[in-house]
T-cell receptor, first 114, second 113 residues
Framework: EAQVTQNPRYLITVTGKKLTVTCSQN?????MSWYRQDPGLGLRQIYY???????DKGDVPEGYKVSRKEKRNFPLILESPSPNQTSLYFC?????????????FGPGTRLTVL | AQKITQTQPGMFVQEKEAVTLDCTYD???????LFWYKQPSSGEMIFLIY??????QNATEGRYSLNFQKARKSANLVISASQLGDSAMYFC??????????FGQGTRLTINP
């Protein structure tokens, strides 16, 4: 079954404690992205990757890091989380070929930073 | 830069009625794709329908259709014969190259029995 998995699904942490949200896809997709969803703002892209070792900033990259060492994995790293990073996070992947190039979304990670 | 606008923060509809969710977009690219996603209360993003800018016909997927008016830059989602299970948040989105989707603010649809 084609899918994008994220872990953890829920996380409550404290300011400054480093955390990693993992993302994995089994569709051999070139492109992967991280989005955050906030009320009234929709989803905004944090970072994206076009292939292994190729990443670039999205619209709201401050406070986040990513890496793409393997094609299937694209972890999101918060080195020093702050309360304004409390949000719902989605990982997504797609082929990048255009047309009905549907982005497949993971189930989401609800992060609360106290 | 691309922009998506959904002007209806919330909508309330009686079960079995048709509902139209509005979406307008702004882009200078001649080639683009428009998407609608459904987000139920459980939180996952469910792809509903896609319309390419060069597609001659409006896209349809079961009870979902996309009313694409290119000159007006609108891509409204029409749900026919609404059901209680249609209650959810709905997002309109547009691709910006291959790198990302640009999303609207969303419309929360509530179907009343």
């Amino acid at each position: 079954e084609a899918q994008v998995t994220q872990n953890p699904r829920y996380l409550i942490t404290v300011t400054g404690k480093k955390l990693t949200v993992t993302c994995s896809q089994n569709m051999n997709h070139e492109y992967m992205s991280w989005y955050r969803q906030d009320p009234g703002l929709g989803l905004r892209q944090i970072y994206y990757s076009m292939n292994v070792e190729v990443t670039d900033k999205g619209d709201v990259p401050e406070g986040y890091k990513v890496s793409r060492k393997e094609k299937r994995n694209f972890p999101l790293i918060l080195e020093s989380p702050s309360p304004n990073q409390t949000s719902l996070y989605f990982c997504a992947s797609h082929t990048g070929t255009g047309g009905v190039d549907t982005q497949y979304f993971g189930p989401g990670t609800r992060l609360t930073v106290l | 830069a691309q922009k998506i606008t959904q002007t209806q923060p919330g909508m309330f509809v009686q079960e079995k009625e048709a509902v139209t969710l509005d979406c307008t977009y702004d882009t200078s690219d001649p080639s683009y794709g428009l998407f609608w996603y459904k987000q139920p209360s459980s939180g996952e993003m469910i792809f509903l329908i896609y319309q390419g800018s060069y597609d001659q016909q409006n896209a349809t997927e079961g009870r979902y259709s996309l009313n694409f008016q290119k000159a007006r830059k609108s891509a409204n989602l029409v749900i026919s014969a609404s059901q209680l299970g249609d209650s959810a948040m709905y997002f309109c989105a547009m691709d910006q190259g291959a790198q990302k989707l640009v999303f609207g603010q969303g419309t929360r649809l509530t179907i009343n029995p």
